[in-house]
């Protein structure tokens, strides 16, 4: 079965760094579109940054936060630099693609991030 795993959340101090992985399985990786979202309380949830072939990301994280992915792995990663408590929020992996009229998407658990001091 689909399955979506995230690893790599914590508590980190204003200006550190954390690198998020999501370990996927269950469906053809490298056809998707994977991504990373986030919601902190209060919020909804929202698209931190994408990727297939090229990278997208929000406005906030841009020059701070890198996605990239491993095909053979069946890996993406989030790496998070300069952390601000503003980015803290739970963080889910996510697969997403669209075949014709059918639409895919995929979420993990999620991790928890917390940027505080």
């Known amino acids: 079965q689909v399955q979506l795993v995230e690893t790599g959340g914590g508590l980190v101090q204003p200006g550190g760094s954390l690198r998020l992985s999501c370990a996927a399985s269950?469906?053809?990786?490298?056809?998707?579109?994977m991504g990373w979202y986030r919601q902190a309380p209060g919020n909804e949830r929202e698209l931190v940054a994408d990727?297939?072939?090229?990278?997208n990301y929000a406005n906030s994280v841009k020059g701070r936060f890198t996605i990239s992915r491993d095909n053979a792995k069946n890996m993406v990663y989030l790496q998070m630099n300069s952390l601000k408590p503003e980015d803290t929020a739970v963080y889910y992996c996510?697969?997403?693609?669209?075949?014709?009229?059918?639409?895919?998407?995929?979420w993990g658990q999620g991790t928890q991030v917390t940027v505080s001091s």
């Open positions: 269950g469906f053809t990786f490298r056809l998707f579109r």
């Open positions: 996510n697969a997403h693609r669209t075949s014709g009229s059918m639409r895919y998407d995929y």
């Open positions: 990727i297939f072939s090229l990278s």
